[in-house]
């Protein structure tokens, strides 16, 4: 008599691999994965490929994204240092025998392939700061706030002798939410901000004198004096160095409320909005989907931000608290520069629109960051060893 043996359902054999995943969270992270996958549609399908191999980047991403949430917190409190150690001596090895590309020394080469071993420390740094102030939980003093300050500014001060200020900017991001979740007095935080908008205001009132040609700033490169004084005054080179803000500035404007249509977009089809399937997707999305697309994306990326910040809340670790708040929130600067780079509002820096921009290494990171999430979420109710 023949034994028949009945496979279970797929569904039953995935069950838990998910089982336990914050189901608001999860179904905020798949409308914005429909909305990249469908701008990336409507502004890039003209570009050989590029729709197909972002739809490819989503999947990868995903499956990073549950493979890596069913590590518990625990194991990733272990892998904390390693993780930190080994991106450390990853950027020393690019100062030193790094690949240069494009004018910056930001590859390194590995025989089999060439990574960035900055992208690495943007999930390594909150780690290690999450990990060190669990330690210290319950006796933090100044000193061990001082500790994490030079945790933070070994691998920012590596990454910006590359140089590559946008990805360091981003690595400080994630170190600071982490030190500003651990208790850090607002004594200590208002000072720097105060700083900051004053040195905005004066920089603004400066310009015509710090932007002349021949002006050296010293404390910055060329290229980097010269995207802030194109964000201060666009028109100095329309056709040269200003063309980008410009044409970002047109196509976003000329979108209006409805936008001009899916895959109608004459700016963005016209090949006039630069790198319209990566930094400056944002334009392109404006153009095709209009203001109401725009407040549709930024209400999706509102729920997700939300999701996430409960899901720090409600850890029962403070190890989990602080690497879910620092990951989500690291997120939400991602979205913030992007769309502020695009608006005119920040000068131009190579950062994804996170879920939209097309990107394979990005989109890896993103799902290595859910995942994380996701792991705090899930084994919330787990007691740490």
């Not at 909305?35 to 191999?53: C, N, P």
């Not at 900055?118 to 999450?130: C, R, V």
Request: net charge positive; aromatic share 10%.
């Amino acid at each position: 008599m023949a034994v028949v043996i009945q496979k279970p359902p797929l569904w039953t054999r995935l069950a838990p691999w998910v089982r336990g995943f914050d189901g608001p969270f999860l179904l905020s992270v798949a409308l914005l994965a429909l909305l990249g996958q469908l701008v990336m549609l409507s502004v890039a399908f003209d570009i050989e490929g590029r729709v197909q191999d972002h739809l490819r980047n989503l999947l990868i991403g995903a499956v990073v994204m549950v493979v890596v949430a069913q590590v518990p917190p625990q194991r990733l409190q272990a892998l904390a240092v390693p993780a930190y150690v080994v991106g450390v001596l990853l950027l020393v090895a690019v100062e030193l025998v790094g690949v240069t590309r494009k004018g910056a020394q930001r590859w390194l080469d590995l025989g089999v392939m060439t990574i960035q071993p900055s992208e690495l420390m943007k999930i390594a740094m909150p780690l290690m700061l999450a990990w060190w102030f669990q330690r210290r939980e319950g006796r933090l003093r100044a000193l061990d706030f001082a500790v994490a300050a030079a945790l933070l500014a070994l691998p920012v001060g590596l990454i910006m002798l590359q140089p590559d200020l946008g990805t360091a900017l981003l690595v400080l991001a994630s170190g600071l939410f982490v030190i500003y979740f651990a208790g850090l007095s607002w004594m200590l935080i208002v000072p720097p901000l105060l700083l900051g908008a004053l040195g905005a205001g004066v920089l603004v009132v400066m310009e015509p004198q710090w932007c002349a040609p021949g002006v050296d700033w010293v404390v910055l490169h060329e290229y980097q004096r010269q995207r802030v004084c194109t964000l201060l005054d666009p028109t100095r080179d329309p056709l040269g160095k200003g063309f980008h803000i410009l044409q970002g500035l047109i196509a976003i404007g000329s979108g209006g409320v409805w936008g001009k249509g899916f895959m109608q977009g004459t700016q963005t089809h016209l090949d006039f909005v630069p790198e319209r399937s990566t930094d400056f997707i944002f334009a392109a999305l404006a153009e095709e989907f209009g203001l109401v697309g725009v407040l549709v994306l930024l209400t999706a990326y509102g729920v997700f931000i939300w999701r996430g910040l409960v899901l720090a809340m409600e850890a029962s670790t403070l190890f989990g608290r602080l690497l879910a708040g620092a990951l989500i929130l690291v997120q939400f600067v991602y979205a913030f520069v992007n769309i502020g780079m695009v608006s005119g509002l920040l000068p131009v820096v190579g950062v994804p629109l996170p879920f939209v921009s097309y990107g394979g290494t990005a989109m890896v990171a993103l799902g290595a960051s859910l995942g994380l999430m996701l792991s705090v979420g899930r084994y919330k109710r787990l007691v740490p060893t």
